[in-house]
């Protein structure tokens, strides 16, 4: 789950952004509307949810969601604005957005709203995903083997991300790049092996759990993750 977090108030944004990521979303925080505009013109269906500031500098939020709209991209937006009256809400729902919440308001219930429109979007995620044997469960954030009595495998944040990806698509070959892309932020370096070394991690992991040569490594392409096994 990767969310696009338009905000420009340093502290904000900082604060939202920590939130999100305890609770296991990839967060791409900008802190400007032209740049929100080039990251999801580029790449908007890499992004399950967006959270946009209404007041930006460049883009505001609203004209992103009229831009998006007008593209076709049906991403869930959530506004967030210190404007509270009427006219203002129609304003930002008539322009695409399919929430609004006004500052100052709680983490807690951005956090619900945010869940709430992942249960209305496409993407929604489901509490447990399995594919062949492996069963990956949202709410324990464990994997476990479907038809063994064996504890399920505790995964920290990143393990459980990357095995989701993997595990929504199963035996498709996934380049680095494109890991990179879905399972780390923008602030992680292009350049570095934390991809390779990441899969080496879990890889260990679900070998010493009894589940070994899930993720292959194709030789100069990249890793697939063997459904059949
Ligand atoms: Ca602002």
Known sequence: M??????????????????????KYVVDWVQNGDEAWHLLG???QTYTL???????????????CQRLRSQGTPLPVLLLTAKDR??????????????????????EELLARLRALQRRSPAFQPTQLQVGG????????????????????????????????FMQHPNQILSREQL????????????????????RLLRKKLADHGCDGLIETVYGMGYRFNAAL
């Open 180 to 199: 990179m892309n879905r399972v780390w932020s923008l602030q992680a370096d292009p350049m570095s092996n934390v991809v390779a070394a990441q899969i």
């Open 134 to 165: 492996l069963l990956l469960d949202y709410g324990t954030s464990t994997a476990a083997l479907a038809d063994s009595a064996q504890q399920p495998l505790p995964l920290t944040t990143k393990e459980f991300q990357l095995l989701e990806y």
């Open 2 to 23: 990767r969310i696009l977090l338009v905000e420009d108030e340093r502290d904000l944004g900082a604060a939202i952004q920590c939130d999100l990521r305890r609770e």
């Open 86 to 107: 009427l006219q203002d809400k129609v304003e930002g729902l008539d322009a695409g957005a399919d929430d609004y919440l006004v500052k100052p308001f709680g983490l």
């Open 42 to 44: 580029d790449a908007a």
């Open 50 to 64: 967006g959270v946009f500031d209404w007041l930006l500098p460049g883009l505001s939020g609203v004209e992103l």
